[in-house]
């Protein structure tokens, strides 16, 4: 499976962004679709996500600016994210994982190329 995530970029305070990813190759056993993302110093910390049943899941932070949603006709993913903040500026990360487990029984990953989220005062 690969992810190929586009959008991103810089954006005042109060501004608006929206990130997109495409699911390529063995992505008929696809769950969850989303995003991660990663600040300098930090860990790589969940945004969203939402499974093949539609349930969605967000960061505490970002409840109420973010909106993710998933056309699976197209094997795509969206996050559409208002009211960008400085503490939102990470390097964001497309995310997928399987129904199909690995030897060590837990759901294989996929992971995109990182796109930059800028978010100045």
């Known amino acids: 499976v690969q992810l190929q995530a586009s959008g991103g970029g810089q954006v005042q305070v109060g501004g608006s962004l929206k990130l997109a990813c495409t699911a390529s190759?063995?992505?008929?056993?696809?769950?969850?679709m989303g995003w991660y993302r990663q600040a300098p110093g930090n860990q790589r910390e969940m945004v969203a996500t939402?499974?093949?049943?539609?349930?969605?899941n967000y960061a505490d932070s970002v409840k109420g600016r973010f909106t993710i949603s998933r056309d699976n006709t197209k094997n795509t993913v969206t996050l559409q994210m208002n009211n960008l903040k400085p503490e939102d500026t990470a390097v964001y990360y497309c995310?997928?994982?399987?129904?199909?487990?690995?030897?060590?029984?837990?759901?294989?990953?996929?992971w995109g190329q990182g796109t930059l989220v800028t978010v100045s005062s």
């Open positions: 190759g063995k992505i008929f056993s696809l769950n969850r």
């Open positions: 995310y997928a994982d399987d129904w199909r487990v690995g030897r060590n029984l837990k759901p294989y990953e996929y």
């Open positions: 939402m499974a093949s049943s539609n349930n969605t």
